[in-house]
């Protein structure tokens, strides 16, 4: 089966940058997506890595290395409206499912 | 083009009830997957459908659980006798192609609907 571990918890500062780092284990391996979930509201997708290096989409970027098995979002310019929380989430080639499995999360909270 | 639609948003039932939550994909997607979330937890797999078929039930408990999704109308998971450990937010998501003959792994989530068991 799979597992992802990420931090439960990070705080910053508005304005900062931070780092959110997932670690994974499956069989197999499709790519690392990330999602934001604000609370009550729907996770929605922000980036996938599918290949080693660094995807960059406006303040946001995230970094694959498969021969660690880790990746990390990188959030910029740190907003207020960035509290939330951020879930890794992989498929596994050999997942007969075809679905992601996800992390626990890591909730963000930005302070002022 | 209208997101992935899911409705109650919030439904509460009593013990021993039974729990009907629906979903309507993105248009143009054919696949639907379930997934719970228990408050400050992660999203757990439940079960990934496609028009008439069950895929993947591998997440959902043995009993009391069951999903469908008909040729026509919405995606359908069905909880009966609900039981206090039922309570979370449901959240369906549509794809538009199988996962595995996809370049990515982009599944888009509705707003899910939050089940409370008094």
């Known amino acids: 089966g799979q597992s992802l571990e990420q931090p439960s918890e990070v705080t910053a500062v508005e304005g900062a940058i931070v780092q959110i780092n997932c670690t994974y284990q499956?069989?197999?391996?499709?790519?690392l997506s990330w999602y934001q979930q604000h609370d009550g509201g729907a996770p929605t997708f922000l980036s996938y890595n599918a290949l080693d290096g660094l995807e960059e989409t406006g303040r946001f970027s995230s970094f694959l290395s498969r021969s660690d098995s880790y990746g990390y979002l990188l959030l910029q310019e740190l907003q207020m409206k960035d509290s939330a929380s951020y879930f890794c989430a992989v498929r596994d080639r050999d997942n007969a499912g075809n679905m992601l499995t996800f992390g626990g999360g890591t909730r963000l909270m930005v302070k002022p | 083009n209208a997101g992935v639609m899911q409705n109650p948003r919030h439904l509460v039932r009593r013990r021993g009830q039974e729990a009907r939550l629906r979903c309507s994909p993105m248009k143009g997607h054919s696949h639907v997957y379930w997934y719970r979330q228990l408050p400050e937890e992660g999203l757990k797999f439940m079960v990934y459908?496609?028009?008439?078929?069950?895929?993947?039930e591998s997440g959902m408990p043995k009993e009391r659980f069951s999903a469908e999704f008909p040729k026509e109308g919405p995606s359908i998971l069905r909880i009966q006798q609900v039981v206090r450990g039922d309570s979370a937010a449901y959240f369906c998501a549509s794809s538009p192609v199988n996962l595995r003959a996809s370049s990515g792994n982009t599944i888009y989530f509705g707003e899910g609907s939050w089940l409370t068991v008094v």
């Open positions: 499956t069989s197999g391996f499709y790519g």
């Open positions: 459908l496609q028009k008439e078929n069950i895929i993947d």
